[in-house]
């Protein structure tokens, strides 16, 4: 006896979380699934999730095309046995699928919820619309077959046999000139200088741009920088440390760490100075709320430490590192960049972040101004760590340096704070064995 499909709906990924976009699907229509699998990735405003198989089967349906949103719950696809059928209905527990073209994301707020069509806005599926701007089918000249009239994917692709095939930007122009393509002259696909030359412009010849759509997690980090750039008024400070002694450590550890099955890393060590560094300076631990005119005074020292992925940037968070030794620091990093990378963090990864450093030095980079976080305060850049003649006690030595840059929102922290904050932090990564007292 055949076991029942298996509906796959939205997770909830995090309390705040109220939506979710389908933003790539690992499996199509019709192919075989083992439990345990990747199906899909998840696109929140907060991280990237694969979502696994939790049985065996085929995948028979799937409701929301890539790129697609839909509310937590919402049907996302059938999983059942081979030769099962499924009706081709969208269920009735789905919202309508707006695909991200057609939803608005607004940077800081905790849910990205997808906004209602304008009335009067063609309606059409999020294949369709794709299919249209990949073959340069101007849409309002589509008539839809779906309920309503809304444009299906079979409508484009009808639309493309019996009509001239023309870029995205030729098909836009035509449209708001009212040419119908079907009068233009082109040696096959109709371009932009076709349109052009068409009206009687004069056509300047150059090569053909190409327009690359922004990822969810890329217009997450442009509105977030944008947000922080816009609002929050910074200045960044360099100061030059001495790495000898946080070399020596991370040396006379590494052996013992390892057989705990840590890795301490240089990060590691300048996290743990940090957070002792922020108990003493709480305002480079607080968060600046300006309706109420109020400072968020954080209990708990939550540094986030800045991971490079595909396709962008993600900061989960060590929790409490004030209350952890340099192992479990290690071991909360390695965990967290580890599952990043494999997209597995989840939410409360992301959230409460208190402190953020962020590291190019691997890159060989002297310096630079890393944009503070909302709703945090400060943000430490470590740069590259290189040999230097420096004057130690009247004579000129080679040591290894580096420069620490941080960026500290004004409204919190003044420049004599900020200055103190890299002063006591150099005091203690020059002379590790102070974070013992």
Same mark, same amino acid.
């Given at each position: 006896?055949?076991? &029942?499909?298996?509906?796959?709906?939205? #997770?909830?990924?995090?309390?705040?979380?109220?939506?979710?976009?389908?933003?790539?699907?690992?499996?199509?229509?019709?192919?075989?699934?083992?439990?345990?699998?990747?199906?899909?990735?998840?696109?929140?405003?907060?991280?990237?999730?694969?979502?696994?198989?939790?049985?065996?089967?085929?995948?028979?349906?799937?409701?929301?095309?890539?790129?697609?949103?839909?509310?937590?719950?919402?049907?996302?696809?059938?999983?059942?046995?081979?030769?099962?059928?499924?009706?081709?209905?969208?269920?009735?527990?789905?919202?309508?699928?707006? !695909?991200?073209?057609?939803?608005?994301?607004?940077?800081?707020?905790?849910?990205?919820?997808?906004?209602?069509?304008?009335?009067?806005?063609?309606?059409?599926?999020?294949?369709?619309?794709?299919?249209?701007?990949?073959?340069?089918?101007?849409?309002?000249?589509?008539?839809?077959?779906?309920?309503?009239?809304?444009?299906?994917?079979?409508?484009?692709?009808?639309?493309?046999?019996?009509?001239?095939?023309?870029?995205?930007? @030729?098909?836009?122009?035509?449209?708001?000139?009212?040419?119908?393509?079907?009068?233009?002259?082109?040696?096959?696909?109709?371009?932009?200088?076709?349109?052009? @030359?068409?009206?009687? /412009?004069?056509?300047?010849?150059?090569?053909?741009?190409?327009?690359?759509?922004?990822?969810?997690?890329?217009?997450?980090?442009?509105?977030?920088? &944008?947000?922080?750039?816009?609002?929050? #008024?910074?200045?960044?400070?360099?100061?030059?440390?001495?790495?000898?002694?946080?070399?020596?450590?991370?040396?006379?550890?590494?052996?013992?760490?390892?057989? !705990?099955?840590?890795?301490? !890393?240089?990060?590691?060590?300048?996290?743990?100075?940090?957070?002792?560094?922020?108990?003493?300076?709480?305002?480079?631990?607080?968060?600046?709320?300006?309706?109420?005119?109020?400072?968020?005074?954080?209990?708990?020292?939550?540094?986030?430490?800045?991971?490079?992925?595909?396709?962008?940037?993600?900061?989960?968070?060590?929790?409490?590192?004030?209350?952890?030794?340099?192992?479990?620091?290690?071991?909360?990093?390695?965990?967290?960049?580890?599952?990043?990378?494999?997209?597995?963090?989840?939410? /409360?990864?992301?959230?409460?972040?208190?402190?953020?450093?962020?590291?190019?030095?691997?890159?060989?980079?002297?310096?630079?101004?890393?944009?503070?976080?909302?709703?945090?305060?400060?943000?430490?850049?470590?740069?590259?760590?290189?040999?230097?003649?420096?004057?130690?006690?009247?004579?000129?030595?080679?040591?290894?340096?580096?420069?620490?840059?941080?960026? /500290?929102?004004?409204?919190?922290?003044?420049?004599?704070?900020?200055?103190?904050?890299?002063?006591?932090?150099?005091?203690?990564?020059?002379?590790?064995?102070?974070?013992?007292?």
């Amino acid at each position: 006896m055949s076991r &029942l499909s298996t509906t796959l709906t939205m #997770p909830k990924l995090g309390l705040t979380m109220t939506e979710g976009t389908v933003s790539k699907w690992m499996k199509k229509e019709g192919d075989p699934v083992k439990s345990g699998e990747v199906l899909y990735v998840v696109s929140t405003d907060k991280i990237t999730y694969e979502v696994q198989a939790e049985r065996d089967g085929v995948l028979l349906k799937v409701y929301v095309d890539e790129d697609g949103s839909v509310p937590v719950g919402a049907d996302v696809a059938v999983i059942g046995d081979e030769g099962e059928s499924v009706s081709d209905a969208t269920p009735a527990s789905s919202e309508p699928v707006a !695909s991200k073209t057609e939803t608005e994301t607004v940077a800081a707020v905790p849910s990205q919820i997808a906004k209602p069509l304008a009335k009067g806005k063609l309606r059409a599926t999020p294949k369709a619309r794709k299919t249209a701007e990949e073959k340069g089918i101007d849409l309002s000249t589509v008539v839809g077959t779906g309920p309503d009239g809304r444009i299906k994917n079979k409508d484009v692709l009808e639309a493309v046999k019996k009509g001239p095939k023309a870029s995205p930007v @030729a098909a836009r122009m035509a449209a708001d000139m009212g040419m119908d393509l079907s009068t233009i002259n082109a040696d096959g696909r109709i371009m932009k200088a076709d349109v052009m @030359a068409a009206t009687g /412009a004069v056509v300047r010849q150059e090569a053909a741009d190409s327009v690359v759509p922004m990822s969810t997690m890329r217009k997450i980090i442009a509105q977030r920088m &944008l947000e922080s750039t816009l609002t929050v #008024p910074t200045v960044t400070y360099d100061m030059e440390i001495d790495c000898s002694a946080m070399m020596e450590l991370r040396g006379k550890v590494k052996a013992a760490a390892a057989e !705990s099955g840590a890795k301490v !890393s240089y990060n590691d060590i300048i996290m743990m100075a940090c957070s002792r560094v922020l108990q003493e300076q709480p305002m480079c631990n607080c968060s600046t709320d300006m309706e109420d005119m109020t400072y968020i005074m954080h209990s708990s020292v939550n540094i986030g430490l800045a991971v490079a992925v595909d396709g962008g940037l993600l900061v989960p968070n060590v929790k409490d590192v004030q209350d952890k030794g340099l192992l479990d620091i290690a071991k909360g990093t390695d965990d967290l960049v580890a599952r990043a990378r494999d997209n597995r963090l989840m939410p /409360a990864d992301m959230e409460g972040g208190t402190f953020t450093v962020t590291n190019l030095g691997m890159f060989g980079v002297d310096s630079f101004t890393p944009i503070v976080n909302p709703p945090e305060s400060c943000i430490l850049a470590v740069n590259s760590m290189k040999e230097k003649p420096v004057v130690v006690d009247g004579k000129i030595e080679i040591r290894t340096m580096t420069t620490l840059c941080l960026t /500290a929102d004004h409204r919190s922290v003044d420049g004599a704070d900020a200055a103190k904050f890299l002063a006591r932090l150099k005091e203690l990564l020059e002379s590790p064995w102070l974070l013992l007292l």
